[in-house]
């Protein structure tokens, strides 16, 4: 069975501009969970989506925005991006929104210039 | 605030050794489950071991296994048999029961030995 999938792997982006980044759970999965990874600390929580609703949001100022899609699968866009936000994104998902298991992607590793 | 400590920024271990990676957490919540990830350079997070608050009984996945101190708030991990493999950054995690947003220790930076 395929895993959690992201895209892309990798990303350069000037200050200033948008990203969007992709996320595709395992087959089944309802829940979808975002997560920033800077280099050197442990994956701080952005977004929990569930049944394509926000269910979640910790603490990221409004440029982070995510959605779900029927599918299940997931996008984050970041508008105005800062030197900051270089980082690698996670995303997870799980079969329900309050179910503890969550399966990782192998994340999108995102430099801004 | 739920917050996770790793006071281990870095630690070594020969292979076939026993190495233990403590982890700390501060909650008031009383249902919630902890979770040690492995992430290897290839960055793929992956789950070694979790933890039901409610179960005293200290879980165990083949070489891995917890010690988890409920009022102490203290779940260390132990990897037995260390393998080349095992090198790796290992985050510990923290979950209430009603919600998603996992909380992650700084991690520490695992290194096995020939």
């Known amino acids: 069975d395929a895993g959690v999938t992201q895209s892309p792997t990798h990303l350069i982006k000037t200050r200033g501009q948008h990203v969007t980044l992709r996320c595709s759970p395992i087959s089944g999965h309802k829940s979808v969970s975002w997560y920033q990874q800077v280099l050197g600390q442990g994956p701080q929580f952005i977004f929990q989506y569930y049944e394509k609703e926000e269910r979640g949001r910790g603490n990221f100022p409004d440029r982070f925005s995510a959605r779900q899609f029927p599918n299940y699968s997931s996008e984050l866009n970041v508008n105005a991006l800062l030197l900051g936000d270089s980082a690698l994104y996670l995303c997870?998902?799980?079969?329900?929104?309050?179910?503890?298991?969550?399966?990782f992607g192998p994340g999108t590793r995102l430099t801004v210039t | 605030a739920q917050t996770v400590t790793q006071s281990q920024p870095e630690m070594s271990v020969q292979e076939a050794e026993t190495v233990t990676l403590s982890c700390t957490y501060d909650?008031?919540?009383?249902?919630?489950?902890l979770f040690w990830y492995k992430q290897p350079p290839s960055r793929q997070m992956i789950l070694v071991i979790r933890q039901e608050a409610y179960k005293q009984q200290n879980a165990t996945e083949n070489r891995f296994s917890v010690n988890f101190q409920k009022a102490a708030k203290s779940f260390s991990l132990k990897i037995s048999d260390s393998q080349l493999g095992d090198t790796a950054m290992y985050f510990c995690a923290f979950m209430t029961r009603n919600n998603n947003d996992m909380r992650f220790g700084a991690g520490t930076r695992l290194t096995v030995k020939p």
């Open positions: 997870a998902s799980t079969i329900l929104r309050a179910n503890y298991e969550q399966y």
């Open positions: 909650t008031s919540e009383n249902n919630y489950y």
